[in-house]
């Protein structure tokens, strides 16, 4: 209870020190192979990824699944959260593969267990989308953002920071689907001029740098001054 108590207060340092002995504790007592063992595991896990240590958040969320999918099954939130959480870890480590299909399990329980439009539904496509996006995806990942939107709305949750961020992630796949597009001579030319400027679409054919000349403006540069003698 003192981990989790110093969890709350933001005392991470801590709450690993106290989870940590607590973890070693219910291995000797109750076995690895335990409900509360992979519970104190997991809340250990969470702290390590508070405090950015991936590596060691991943080998305990790996440890509570092990023993949460043998004592529980397949067919269980605790279990989805716990491939959450493991999906999250993967994708910190840029192990996008890897997270995807926890994702994608995670994903699978939670529409059995909770329906299409639930909470933890669209969270979890937000999620699976943003590890889409890490493997170049954009196809999936459009389709998972725009379906977590859908739930969102239909839930009422228009102001949410949540709904905001996966509008902004729709409109970034679809402006990097369209600059994709483009013709490599464009991007070449762009790149190699950035006076031609770049708006939210991409390459932009106008900006305030470099202004497009109407037809009939006679470029001051190219006028020759006449003397009075010519």
Not at 109 to 131: K, P, Q
Not at 163 to 176: E, I, S, W
Request: one cysteine or more; aromatic letters at 6%; hydrophobic letters at 35%.
């Amino acid at each position: 209870k003192m981990g989790v108590i110093h969890a709350k207060q933001g005392e991470n340092e801590l709450a690993k020190a106290a989870l940590t002995e607590a973890y070693s504790l219910r291995e000797v007592v109750s076995g690895r192979a335990n409900a509360e063992t992979a519970l104190t595991a997991f809340k250990l896990g969470c702290v390590l990824d508070k405090l950015d240590e991936q590596e060691a958040a991943g080998v305990c969320f790996e440890e509570v699944i092990r023993i949460q999918r043998n004592k529980l099954g397949l067919q269980n939130e605790v279990v989805a959260k716990s491939l959450f959480k493991m999906g999250e870890n993967y994708a910190k480590r840029g192990k996008a593969r890897s997270a995807i299909d926890c994702f994608q399990d995670s994903l699978r329980i939670r529409r059995r267990l909770a329906g299409d439009d639930s909470e933890v539904v669209s969270l979890t496509l937000h999620r699976l989308a943003n590890a889409y996006v890490l493997t170049k995806s954009n196809d999936k990942a459009l389709l998972c953002y725009k379906e977590a939107h859908r739930v969102r709305k239909d839930n009422n949750d228009t102001e949410s920071r949540e709904m905001a961020d996966l509008a902004l992630k729709c409109r970034g796949v679809l402006n990097q689907a369209a600059l994709e597009s483009l013709p490599d001579v464009v991007l070449t030319t762009t790149r190699r001029n950035p006076q031609i400027g770049w708006d939210e679409y991409g390459p932009s054919a106008y900006s305030s740098e470099f202004p497009l000349k109407k037809e009939h403006e006679v470029d001051p540069r190219s006028r020759i001054e006449l003397s009075p003698g010519q």
